[in-house]
């Protein structure tokens, strides 16, 4: 319903007064609308006269777009490009360093901990084992260095060339099998009544027998070269073609002490052997004869390049 209006807010021409030239038309008060207006009532209540800058699209419709980004964006834009200093970088490749040292220390640690559960025998086996090898290796360089000075003070060095040329013949000749060889060694016997041994675990022997320092085998009637292969036949081994028969004997000429813990080690070869049921004896012996011959073959491609 509307509300009805004092008399004294009317104009004078509502409250029945003349109007004289002087006087000044009163103006409405505030919140109502002069009477007269279209579609207004009397006393109609309007609302605040709008304030500075409407109709401009309020505060802030004049700035430009990339002022008004939102937080995101503008955290966004602080955030990346990335803007290191020296000290970040400093701080970075010394992190980096830290952890590439630690990745290696936890592999050499996962590499160390098979020897974790072995007894403390066997660790001072295997120590033993590794100086022994350090020694051969110290007493290759001293015989070499040794020849090299015997040719370069000898008067006749043609003559002590041709000595030493055939010392070397004699030994490549017991490497390659096509001379006899003789020697303190040890003596592998390995029965195997169950025929679980295969041809993969007499060349597993083979090749620590040589890491322990062996410098000629041979098994049954084959000697053992760099070339020989070995291959499973219908229940039996084969070593080159020619069939071993149980039991298979191996005549091992090198340092006793070094080749028999080199066999006996936590995982060796006698353990691994043993676990298929075979039986396994190591004997030293001061003198084993490796008799058995390789012929010499002629390469078909490969030619010596020295002039």
Request: neutral net charge; charged residues 25%; aromatic residues 2%.
């Amino acid at each position: 319903m509307p509300k009805a209006v004092l008399p004294e807010a009317l104009p004078p021409q509502a409250q029945g007064r003349p109007v004289k030239a002087g006087d000044t038309p009163t103006p409405p008060a505030e919140g109502t609308r002069p009477p007269g207006g279209p579609g207004s009532g009397p006393g109609e209540r309007v609302g605040p006269a709008p304030g500075p800058g409407a109709g401009q699209g309020g505060p802030g419709a004049g700035q430009r777009p990339e002022e008004a980004q939102t937080g995101r964006q503008r955290l966004l834009k602080g955030v990346w490009p990335p803007r290191l200093t020296r000290a970040q970088l400093i701080v970075a490749l010394l992190l980096f360093g830290l952890g590439l040292g630690l990745a290696i220390q936890v592999r050499s640690t996962n590499e160390n901990s098979v020897l974790r559960g072995a007894r403390q025998e066997d660790l001072v086996r295997i120590l033993d084992e590794l100086d022994s090898r350090t020694q051969r290796l110290q007493d290759e360089k001293r015989r070499l260095e040794n020849q090299r000075t015997e040719l370069e003070n000898s008067s006749d060095q043609a003559e002590e060339a041709r000595k030493q040329t055939l010392q070397k013949e004699q030994q490549l000749g017991v490497l390659a099998g096509t001379v006899a060889a003789q020697g303190p060694g040890i003596t592998i016997t390995i029965d195997d009544s169950r025929g679980s041994v295969e041809s993969d675990m007499l060349l597993d022997t083979v090749q620590e027998l040589r890491a322990a320092g062996a410098e000629a085998i041979q098994i049954g009637k084959v000697r053992v070269v760099a070339g020989t292969y070995f291959a499973d036949s219908g229940g039996a081994i084969q070593i080159d073609g020619q069939k071993v028969t149980q039991p298979y004997v191996v005549k091992v000429i090198g340092k006793p002490e070094d080749l028999e813990p080199a066999l006996n080690i936590p995982g060796g070869v006698v353990q691994s052997l043993e676990k298929e049921q075979a039986t396994v004896s190591v004997r030293r012996e001061k003198k084993i004869v490796v008799d058995a011959l390789r012929s010499a073959k002629r390469p078909d491609y490969a030619r010596s390049s020295s002039r």
